[in-house]
């Protein structure tokens, strides 16, 4: 049966009826949007740019442009990590030194710090800043008087403007490019409503400015501002739309609209770094001695970002002489290993990604079985913990991800780098309980393992670069799944991707969320006429497919889908065969209709296709139940053509 209306066609399968059982429906809008009201069109989402390590953006704005005079510059900022290193916020592209950001937690005197560096001069003033967090400064230059207000209220010393070493170029954010800058040259956290003035603001207008929740464009003196929101609501003024060239690892994140709300802090993005795993064997449980931004140990300014592990539950004694092993493949660039116990420090330094180095400290002398331009494996046995630079007795593999690697350490500016391990488990309870951590940083006090392959459940997936937040889970209950969903939402995020599947009987789900506060529809294990008479009620209020998911339970088709707000045409079959589908493609690809869901399901031993078509003209190439062996000749032959993967979907 096809029926059409206006521009929307229903193309509905025969088949006996189901019975009708649901799982749960929940209907969620956008904050502040009604549900249905100018479906497909959003309204300003408030963002921050997040920087993590080679993250920064750069402005058009000179220095020329308001330096040499009376001025006012402003930005609202969360740390990520507040006992960390130097992080400049506001930065010169270009020669001179001017630096406004985070000062080094354990410079003297050690603690939490705003720094301000101008030429040859700096002021610095000690305040609590804790992680996850918005605080508002601003730098205010009277004559040549810089003074620092945090929070709207002055704080610090003042600065005398030097006649040397000013700042030369255009206004950098979350990092600097001075060569001097020592300990530090990348500022962890969120950047938002960075304002510059061509007037010194009053006390009174700072502390306004610092109150509002966000640069309106129309403040008095406002030369430039950035406020990072997308898309503009009406169009942003001018002062507000100047251009932005951002790195990869300097994203745009949702935000709260009062920068208020504590869930602000789930955008603090995981550094980009490559892929790594745990040094250590799989299975046995370590301890984490040390972690990364400790306010207190031995890991300080330029290795804030380290780690030190040993056996867990045991003394020192017994890490002594256990293997340790590669935490990401790549290329040996130094080996040391003539140091006996409680000497200097022997260790091996691999090239892992470009400007990233893996750092492994402590080992055994002459217990390395790798040597300078070997290649090494991810997982592979390096050497043997031992206490060489660490003093006698204090057995523990020191790991670390560096941009120099410790041999050139004194080549530059050397700094670690904050890198997170992948597919470990961890225990906040001495290995009483342990969970699953799919892409995270463990924590000073835990217990850690790397984890083996024991499920029986296989992937398939398709990465595209991207610096864009995700929050995964995998293989859970319908119960667990809507637990973390309901978890997620008001900190703003949305399913990227969804995929049920049966396992024993049972519904298991996996699934992929973005950040994002559009609103959403969803249904789970519904039958076919549920499904259909729900996609009836939305359609008019302005809501279209954004997934579909069929899947077989007990010999029964079951639904589980997701809309969102659009008033986009379509097409859709539901449990075609090849046969059928194949036809309707034909006609529907001279119509101007191209697919844009497509979800083969197997149900009887018979292979049945659903699929939704949108208006479009694009090119396709597409191939149906193919072997591993074929599709990978095809993807090979395709790929040097131009072409890339849209949707994949394997089954069995």
Not at 101 to 108: L, N
Not at 364 to 391: E, I, K, M, P
Request: charged share 15%; hydrophobic share 40%; with cysteine.
């Amino acid at each position: 049966m096809d029926m059409q209306l206006g521009r929307r066609h229903f193309l509905i399968s025969s088949g006996a009826a189901l019975a009708a059982v649901a799982q749960g429906d929940r209907v969620l809008a956008a904050p502040g949007t009604a549900r249905g009201s100018a479906p497909g069109i959003a309204a300003a989402q408030p963002r921050a740019l997040a920087c993590t390590w080679g993250g920064y953006a750069d402005t058009d704005l000179n220095f020329t442009e308001f330096f040499s005079g009376s001025h006012t510059v402003a930005v609202r900022f969360m740390l990520q990590y507040p006992n960390a290193y130097v992080g400049p916020m506001l930065s010169v592209r270009g020669s001179g030194t001017y630096l406004i950001g985070q000062g080094d937690f354990h410079a003297a005197p050690a603690g939490a710090k705003l720094v301000v560096r101008i030429g040859s001069q700096t002021i610095t003033h000690q305040v609590n800043l804790a992680a996850g967090t918005w605080h508002h400064l601003a730098v205010v230059r009277s004559g040549t008087t810089a003074r620092l207000y945090l929070d709207g209220a002055l704080v610090g010393s003042s600065l005398t403007i030097p006649s040397t070493g000013l700042p030369q170029g255009t206004l950098r954010l979350g990092k600097t490019n001075d060569a001097t800058v020592a300990g530090g040259v990348q500022f962890y956290g969120l950047l938002d409503d960075v304002a510059v003035f061509t007037t010194a603001l009053s006390a009174t207008q700072v502390a306004q400015l610092a109150a509002a929740t966000q640069l309106s464009g129309s403040e008095a003196g406002l030369l430039a501002g950035y406020v990072f929101d997308e898309p503009p609501a009406g169009g942003l003024p001018a002062r507000l739309s100047r251009p932005l060239t951002r790195t990869p690892a300097a994203s745009l994140r949702p935000v709260s609209a009062n920068r208020s709300n504590p869930s602000d802090a789930a955008q603090l993005p995981l550094p980009l770094t490559g892929h790594k795993h745990l040094p250590i064997p799989a299975g046995q449980a370590w301890y984490v001695l040390q972690g990364m931004d400790n306010a207190t140990g031995s890991h300080k300014g330029y290795a804030s970002f380290c780690w030190d592990l040993m056996l867990a539950g045991l003394p020192a004694s017994a890490s002594n002489g256990k293997p340790f092993h590669a935490a990401a493949p790549g290329t040996v660039n130094f080996v040391k290993e003539d140091a006996t116990s409680g000497g200097a420090t022997n260790f091996i330094t691999v090239a892992e990604e470009p400007g990233e180095f893996g750092d492994y400290l402590h080992l055994v002398q002459n217990s390395a079985v790798v040597a300078a331009t070997d290649r090494v494996t991810d997982g592979q046995y390096l050497a043997n913990v031992g206490d060489t630079g660490a003093g006698v007795g204090d057995y523990h593999l020191h790991y670390a991800t560096t941009n120099l690697g410790e041999s050139n350490r004194n080549a530059g500016v050397f700094v670690t780098i904050p890198a997170p391990f992948s597919n470990y488990e961890a225990s906040d309870d001495q290995g009483t309980t342990w969970y699953r951590v799919l892409r995270g940083i463990p924590r000073a006090g835990q217990w850690v393992r790397r984890a083996g392959p024991s499920s029986p459940v296989r992937y398939t997936a398709v990465w595209r670069r991207s610096t864009e937040g995700e929050v995964q889970v995998y293989g859970w209950t319908y119960e667990d799944f809507r637990a973390r969903y309901d978890q997620l939402w008001p900190q703003g995020w949305r399913l990227k991707f969804i995929a049920p599947y049966v396992v024993n009987g049972q519904v298991r789900y996996t699934a992929v969320w973005r950040p994002s506060t559009e609103g959403e529809v969803q249904v789970y294990g519904w039958t076919y006429e549920d499904f259909r008479a729900r996609y009836d009620q939305l359609w008019p209020q302005g809501w279209r497919l954004k997934f579909i998911a069929p899947y077989v339970v007990n010999g029964q088709v079951r639904y589980t889908a997701v809309w969102r707000p659009s008033t986009a045409a379509e097409v859709q079959v539901y449990g075609w065969t090849y046969e059928d589908l194949r036809a309707r493609y034909d006609v529907l690809w001279e119509l101007g209709w191209r697919l844009t869901l497509l979800t083969p399901y197997v149900v009887n031993g018979q292979v049945r296709y659903t699929a939704v078509w949108r208006p479009s003209t694009a090119a396709e190439v597409q191939v149906y139940g193919w072997t591993y062996e074929d599709l990978r000749a095809r993807y090979d032959v395709l790929w040097e053509l131009g072409w890339r993967l849209t949707l994949l979907t394997p089954y069995a």
